[in-house]
């Protein structure tokens, strides 16, 4: 289960997150829609603490975080809370030196201090989940870009995070490349993985997402389940939203 209360995110003097209250239930998917710079990324970066909020309050799973001005979190502490989350990129971030099954282990070996033999099977494993097992020994610069990105989110879940966090996880791909990595996630959502989903992939939101959180300026407007949402929202800003992309799709 995500907590998040009152959570507060600036850049110098740019209010980026003003308050945002959200929860998420364990086995649940939340996919989070909105225009750019609404601080849809923001807020996720929040949850594994690349960017760390300057009030309010997350709690993942049993353990809660409380940010204030000022505050210092001792390393121990941050690297423990972002155990617990798994983060899929925009653009891969793979090691282009690594081929796929090292991508996959080498958080295994260096974070959760698995042997290699131990790290190579289970990264065997979710190569074979992601469907790329024959294309482990491949290094990045030989594989497709959906394919690097479903190495991405093996890897992501080669730590075994309580919850799975993607930043618009299709948005550098061609579009004939983007079913494939939605249909992973359809899958890990279908098994009840407990997922964080920033994207423009509207479909995906309608068809997968068990609510939909629309943000604008750095607060939630209006949340609920895909057909309250897409289809009976009431709220101005939302509708119109909705209308562009819909008219850009």
Do not use: W
């Not at 201090?113 to 992601?130: G, I, T």
């Not at 790329?132 to 479903?150: D, I, K, N, T, V």
Request: glycine share 6%; charged share 25%; aromatic share 6%.
């Amino acid at each position: 289960m995500i907590r998040i209360e009152k959570l507060y995110k600036k850049f110098n003097q740019l209010d980026v997150l003003k308050g945002i209250d959200l929860e998420v239930e364990t086995g649940k998917t939340a996919v989070v829609i909105g225009p750019s710079g609404s601080g849809k990324t923001t807020l996720l970066r929040c949850l594994n603490l690349l960017e760390v909020p300057n009030n309010g309050a997350i709690t993942i799973d049993q353990t809660t975080l409380l940010f204030e001005e000022k505050k210092k979190f001792r390393t121990s502490e941050m690297t423990a809370f972002r155990k617990q989350t798994g983060m899929v990129f925009q653009n891969y971030n793979l090691f282009p030196h690594f081929t796929a099954v090292e991508n996959v282990m080498e958080g295994q070996i260096t974070v959760l201090k698995r042997s290699k033999n131990e790290a190579r099977q289970r990264a065997l494993e979710l190569l074979e989940k992601v469907g790329l097992q024959e294309r482990a020994e491949m290094y990045p610069h030989q594989l497709s870009g959906g394919q690097q990105q479903r190495v991405g989110i093996a890897r992501a879940m080669a730590m075994e995070p309580k919850v799975l966090l993607f930043d618009e996880p299709t948005s550098a791909l061609d579009p004939e490349l983007v079913g494939e990595v939605l249909k992973v996630m359809k899958e890990l959502a279908d098994e009840g993985m407990t997922m964080v989903v920033v994207t423009h992939e509207m479909q995906f939101a309608r068809d997968v997402a068990d609510e939909v959180i629309f943000m604008d300026q750095g607060v939630v407007v209006e949340k609920g389940t895909p057909e309250e949402v897409f289809q009976h929202t009431n709220n101005p800003r939302t509708r119109q939203f909705l209308n562009k992309v819909t008219d850009k799709g």
